[in-house]
């Protein structure tokens, strides 16, 4: 639903320190309309900060918020046309799902009929029709979870803000939530804030995101832009997972690793000296006799193998790094190959799959 795409919400600059210690430094963002924006990163790097201060739970040390324009750094929190969903759900345990839902509604003592007619809505749309009459206690965690979201997005709060959405939920019922979440976004038009710290589901679930480290933006774009071209170790070990080659840079398209010279895209950003090449494990392929020939090709051993189902993890140790390489075999590809533990192995892969990265 992105018909438009000017900013909503302008991040210049903005920081946090508490004492000493800085939690968030100089983050630039610029959030679009109708966005499903994700702040990502471990465990202390300053995303609950960050929602805290465009919530206005939080005053920043220095830097603007920016809403439609208007500067709303001094604007309190109750004023802010912004909702924050906390990770505790915080749902009236003694009202039942339709009255929860219209708490927000009638606190703005709107007429009657309009808040029967949004709630009737706002309950088809979280498919919370047949709870209406349920108090919290009655639900499982996936609806509990679904009545705090329609009880945030009824107010259609110009961005909804969501720390860790999901995070008390169990692996399976988090999966199914992702995507009702998007849904609910997408249907909605609202523009989304999520702090996540889970790497997978920023990428499922965001068109685009932040990835923060230490309190700064490390690097913003799409999920696949993201994926494929990350610009740090960080970003490229923390999101996914990233085979990474030590080395030194050659020439304009070479680098040796460990005696032995790998080619790279030639176009690829001028860094010299000590670089690393970030190699995702699908990028590698397992060569044999018919293969064709790859750009790199290395020999190795076999030094674990990870059986996951749709496909085999393989740990190949190699002359050009003193970490084994992971690969990815999809399990469609080697029906008739078992791999075992010792069993030597030659591994190939092609220049514009390598990401040269500064060390
Ligand atoms: P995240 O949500 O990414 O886990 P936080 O934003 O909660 O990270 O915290 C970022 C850093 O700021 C951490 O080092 C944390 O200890 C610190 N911090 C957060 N809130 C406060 C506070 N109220 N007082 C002092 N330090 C804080
Ligand atoms: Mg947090």
Redesign the pocket.
């Given at each position: 639903m992105k018909t438009n795409n000017a900013p909503v919400l302008v991040l210049d600059k903005v920081s946090k320190s508490?004492?000493q210690?800085m939690?968030?430094k100089d983050v630039s963002l610029s959030i679009r309309e109708n966005e499903f924006f994700a702040l990502l990163?471990?465990?202390?790097?300053?995303?609950?900060?960050?929602l805290r201060m465009l919530a206005g739970f939080e005053t920043p040390t220095a830097g603007s918020i920016y809403l439609d324009g208007r500067d709303i750094s001094p604007m309190p929190a109750n004023q802010r046309p912004l909702n924050l969903m906390f990770q505790s759900y915080a749902l009236f345990p003694n009202m039942n799902v339709r009255d929860n839902i219209a708490y927000g509604l009638e606190m703005e003592r709107l007429p009657k009929d309009e808040i029967a007619q949004r709630v009737d809505a706002m309950l088809e749309t979280a498919q919370l029709r047949d709870f209406a009459r349920r108090r919290p206690d009655q639900l499982s965690g996936g609806q509990r979870q679904r009545v705090a979201l329609a009880r945030a997005l009824i107010k259609r709060p110009r961005v909804l803000l969501l720390d860790e959405p999901l995070g008390a939920l169990d692996k399976k019922l988090r999966g199914k939530m992702q995507l009702e979440l998007k849904r609910l976004q997408h249907e909605s038009g609202i523009t989304f804030i999520m702090?996540t710290?889970d790497q997978e589901e920023a990428l499922v679930m965001a068109d685009r995101m932040a990835v923060?480290k230490d309190?700064e933006v490390s690097q913003c774009g799409s999920p696949n832009d993201i994926y494929e071209n990350p610009r740090s170790r960080f970003v490229a070990d923390f999101i996914g997972v990233s085979n990474l080659i030590e080395g030194q840079r050659i020439s304009n398209d070479q680098v040796d690793a460990g005696g032995h010279r790998l080619k790279i895209e030639p176009t690829a950003a001028l860094v010299s000296g000590n670089v690393a090449l970030a190699l995702r494990p699908e990028r590698l392929q397992v060569l044999g006799g018919e293969s064709p020939r790859c750009d790199n090709e290395v020999d190795g051993r076999v030094v674990e193998v990870a059986y996951h189902g749709l496909d085999t993890n393989l740990h190949v140790h190699t002359p050009v790094s003193s970490k084994p390489l992971i690969v990815r075999v999809p399990s469609s590809q080697h029906e008739f190959t078992t791999f075992t533990t010792g069993m030597p192995i030659r591994l190939g892969w092609n220049a514009q799959h390598a990401r040269v990265l500064a060390c």
């Open positions: 508490y004492g210690g939690a968030v990163g471990p465990s202390g790097c300053g995303k609950s900060t960050l702090v710290h923060l309190g």
